[in-house]
């Protein structure tokens, strides 16, 4: 089951969407490198410091959709992700990032 879930988190990792779930019940957040070379990605999660779990409460994925939302809205210009802004203000609502 560990090895088909892996298969079905590393399939949608390599999505184009993003704030996915994956198996450690956290939001995925793939982000393009800050630099303008050509694009290398980092795939990160982003779990919730209370350790309420998200995987099976569709209410906190929502909301961790919304934060995140609302976060990389707040954090972009133009089309550049600013990371450390965006990292800054989930971790400010209540998110912490995690290698994935």
Not at 44 to 54: E, I, S, T
Not at 79 to 96: A, I, K, P, Q, V
Request: with cysteine; proline share 4%; net charge positive.
């Amino acid at each position: 089951m560990q090895k088909l879930l892996t298969v079905v988190v590393a399939a949608g990792l390599l999505s184009a969407c993003s704030g996915r779930m994956d198996g450690r019940n956290a939001l995925v957040q793939p982000t393009m490198a800050e630099s303008p070379r050509p694009a290398q990605q980092e795939t990160y999660v982003w779990a919730r410091n209370d350790g309420r779990r998200m995987a099976n409460n569709p209410e906190l994925y929502r909301q961790g959709q919304a934060d995140q939302a609302r976060c990389r809205a707040g954090a972009t210009r133009g089309e550049t992700l600013d990371l450390s802004s965006f990292t800054r203000c989930m971790e400010t609502s209540g998110y912490n990032r995690r290698n994935s």
